[in-house]
């Protein structure tokens, strides 16, 4: 078994386009996503709550936004959605988002950032006490796992 993984990732390396370049690579990047549970209705359906987690989490993270922060409410689509904000930030570094439940106690957040090396612990304890929420579910990803640590010319 270890000497097929090790032969499928040296012919992985022959086709990658870094091979034979004397080119580092790195991961480009890093992307949590958190989905939180029994959150207080009154912050899930408060825009200036929304708002604020989006301009404090870029803040806090150290990031540059290059907007203004967008939160919108989102009307119950009578199927699953009953409603409740989505807000948007686009960042220097990729985007922060966040979708409320209120009727459900329940949102889902994302930070994707091409910073390494982000605090995951700070930023779901940051969600989690801004919203009051019970339990968190979270999944930590890295994004760009062969991506060139200089240009390709």
Known sequence: ???DCVVQLSSFAKIHPCYGKGIDTTHFGEHITIDGYGGDPKLLN???TVLGL???LCETQRM???IEPVVVEAADNQI???GGWSGFLIIAES???IHTFPRRRFLSADLYTC???INTASIIAFVKERFKLEDVETNFI???TKYPGQNIE
Do not use: V
Request: charged fraction near 30%.
């Open 1 to 3: 078994m270890l000497i």
């Open 46 to 48: 408060d825009r200036e």
């Open 54 to 56: 989006l301009t404090e």
């Open 64 to 66: 540059t936004p290059l």
């Open 80 to 82: 699953k959605d009953p």
């Open 95 to 97: 985007h922060i988002s």
């Open 115 to 117: 910073q390494n090396g």
């Open 142 to 144: 890295q994004r760009g």
